[in-house]
């Protein structure tokens, strides 16, 4: 049976479609020959031009949930429309918080299996061939799946490049969410809390001026913040001090961060885990400071400065400050 | 207030191994080790059940060759009793298979929440607790930053693209927590000496009242067809700092013409 039917799990962010969701769009068009996103939210009617655009002939709109959580409600809804007879052959979603719930969720209620990370995908006759990094991206490991359709695949952000398709716009046709949902769609979101950043945004910024735990304290952190901010750059972080509190969540890259794929990458303090790498490997070039000679960042950094961040960081900026 | 914890055992990291060529089997020595990611969710389970005045904590684990190391690290940090499912046929298993294993141990149990980590070390598909979830017919919050139970509620700091969300359900439910929630404690001697006592339930799939074809390799219905070195990005330029290292970095950003 060949593959022709391909689905994206499409999400908002800042009153339009993500940027994983464009990119799943435009994926999902070399794989099949139909394409259609499965998407919720108030305004999903709105975005339909955009969805087309991409090349999703139809739209499964979910609608509006409330404060509900995404991951039963619409992992539920999309059940409800393969198992009426509408099943595609893959079901392409993103990485992120939501869209790992509702695969998990969708994997459980339907029992089909779900293959996650995924960093590449290729249609080989009638399957379809999946890539995984391991070992922080040191090999690729490919998979298939070998029961029934559909295919679940959760694919890690950046993976492909977004490119619209021109066409017209997709139709828009609701999904209802099942009523007999009972105790498993109880969970309320009570207040959305949002961290103010300013400068470019971290997965989209062409600079990254990124801290790890050399850096040596919360207030040293300033230096990787200004030093960002000189190059029109976003700061980011490695787990090590977002979890010892010294910036936010969202400055973390890597595994459970952000991925990024800057022009310039500028690692400081930190030793390069595979965690970490996953996150940032792809940037077009790299730079790293750490004073251990052997740290394993400086062996996929094109260049590396065997120094004491205290003494490099701040001696840049003035340099890059000089230079104007 | 009854917790379980999922912990997962895993080889330990600082040795990870790799996948063989040819059977693209994981491979692996030594003594599996409880997961570094799990440690965080003993630590909340015993803090809550703490705060909530009674009741315990039981470990549930999935691993192969009856592998206790990594409980009797977790039951040394305090839990009560754990309930381990070791059988052959879970050879292979993927994340849908091991929740539907997990869920049939869980049940056992009765829990009143349930808590495992956001994803594992080693196998990190992120996708297990919110198929358990599915299973066991509870609501789940994933990625808690903090946790607290009050009157059958659990509230949850849920992290979030954009920053985080108050989120709230009713117990039981299952709730995946991030590292750096709480601090776990290091098992003292007087734990590990405890622990050589407390109760291990060993069950096998039967016991468990499942059949092997939903199980391991079978129940995966996927597989591994090869495995590859990714592109190699070479190293580059490496300059001791001398005082003036940072003058290479200015030449090498003027050369990539940014701006
Ligand atoms: C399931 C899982 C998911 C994970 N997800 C992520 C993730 O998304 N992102 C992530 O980053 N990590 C992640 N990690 C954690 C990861 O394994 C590492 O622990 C972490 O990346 C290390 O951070 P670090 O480099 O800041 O700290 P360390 O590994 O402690 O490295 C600090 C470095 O700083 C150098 N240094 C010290 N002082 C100085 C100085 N004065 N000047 C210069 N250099 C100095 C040291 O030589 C050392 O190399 C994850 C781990 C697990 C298990
Ligand atoms: N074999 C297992 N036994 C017990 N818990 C597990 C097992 N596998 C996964 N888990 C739990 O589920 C979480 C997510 O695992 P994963 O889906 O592998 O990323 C882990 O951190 C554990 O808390």
Not at chain 1, 232 to 250: E, H, K, L, Q
Not at chain 2, 1 to 7: E, F, I, K, R, T
Not at chain 2, 104 to 124: C, F, H, M, N
Not at chain 2, 181 to 196: D, H, L, N, Q, T
């Amino acid at each position: 049976m060949p593959i022709e039917k391909i689905w994206v799990l499409a999400e908002h962010a800042d009153g339009g479609p993500s940027s994983t969701t464009l990119e799943l769009l435009t994926e999902a068009r070399s794989m099949g020959t139909t394409v259609e996103a499965v998407a919720w939210g108030p305004a999903t009617s709105e975005l339909a031009g955009t969805f087309g655009d991409y090349g999703a002939s139809t739209v499964y709109d979910v609608g509006d949930i409330g404060d509900a959580l995404p991951g039963v409600s619409v992992a539920a809804a999309a059940a409800a429309l393969i198992t009426s007879g509408n099943a595609p052959d893959v079901f392409l979603l993103p990485a992120t918080f939501d869209g790992r719930d509702i695969a998990g969720r969708l994997s459980a209620r339907l029992d089909i299996p779900v293959l996650t990370n995924v960093v590449g995908l290729a249609v080989d006759g009638d399957t379809v061939l999946s890539q995984h990094a391991n070992f922080g991206g040191t090999q690729v490991a490919t998979a298939r799946f070998t029961g029934g359709r559909p295919w679940l695949f959760v694919v890690r952000p950046k993976t492909f490049a977004a490119e619209p398709a021109g066409s017209g716009p997709a139709q828009v046709q609701a999904a209802a969410v099942p009523s007999d949902l009972g105790a498993l769609n109880t969970a309320k979101v009570l207040e959305r809390h949002v961290e103010e950043r300013t400068g470019p945004k971290l997965d989209e910024a062409a600079v990254v001026v990124a801290g790890g735990r050399g850096i040596g304290s919360a207030d040293d952190f300033a230096m990787v913040e200004e030093l960002a901010k000189l190059l029109n750059g976003a700061a980011g972080a490695t787990r090590a001090i977002v979890d010892a509190g010294w910036v936010p969540f969202s400055y973390q890259v890597g595994q459970t961060g952000k991925t990024v794929k800057p022009t310039l990458y500028i690692a400081c303090g930190i030793s390069g885990a595979t965690q970490h790498l996953v996150g940032m490997k792809d940037a077009k070039s790299i730079v790293a400071i750490n004073k251990d000679q052997d740290a394993p960042i400086f062996s996929i950094s094109d260049l590396g400065i065997v120094g004491d961040v205290h003494q490099v960081v701040p001696k840049l900026i003035e340099a890059l400050k000089a230079r104007g | 207030m009854n917790v379980v914890v999922c912990v997962k055992q895993i080889p330990d990291p600082a040795a990870p191994g790799s996948l063989d060529p040819s059977t693209h089997n994981l491979v692996r020595g030594g003594k599996l080790i409880l997961d570094d990611s799990d440690s965080y969710g003993v630590e909340m389970g015993l803090q809550l059940a703490e705060q909530a005045g009674g009741g315990e904590v039981t470990l549930v684990s999935m691993a192969p060759a009856g592998e206790t190391s990594g409980l009797r690290t977790a039951l040394a940090m305090g839990a009560a009793k754990a309930i381990l499912v070791s059988d052959d046929t879970l050879a292979g298993s993927d994340a849908l298979s091991t929740a539907k294993v997990l869920a049939k141990a869980i049940e056992r149990a009765q829990p009143d929440l349930v808590l495992a980590a956001t994803e594992s070390t080693d196998g990190y598909t992120g996708t297990l607790p919110v198929q358990l979830a599915e299973l066991l017919g509870m609501p789940s919050i994933t990625f808690a930053k903090k946790v607290l139970i009050s009157d059958g509620t659990v509230r949850v700091e849920r992290q979030t693209e954009a920053g985080y969300d108050d989120v709230e359900c009713p117990l039981p439910a299952v709730v995946t927590v991030t590292s750096g929630v709480v601090e776990p404690r290091y098992p003292s001697f007087k734990g590990i000496m405890a622990a050589k006592s407390k109760p291990l339930e060993q069950l096998a799939v039967s016991d468990l009242g499942l059949t092997s074809d939903a199980v391991g390799a079978a129940g995966a219905r996927q597989e591994v067809t090869g495995v590859s070195a990714a592109a190699d990005r070479q190293a580059g330029e490496k300059v001791v700092d001398e005082g003036d290292a940072h003058e290479h970095i200015v030449r090498f950003i003027e050369q990539l013409k940014l701006a």
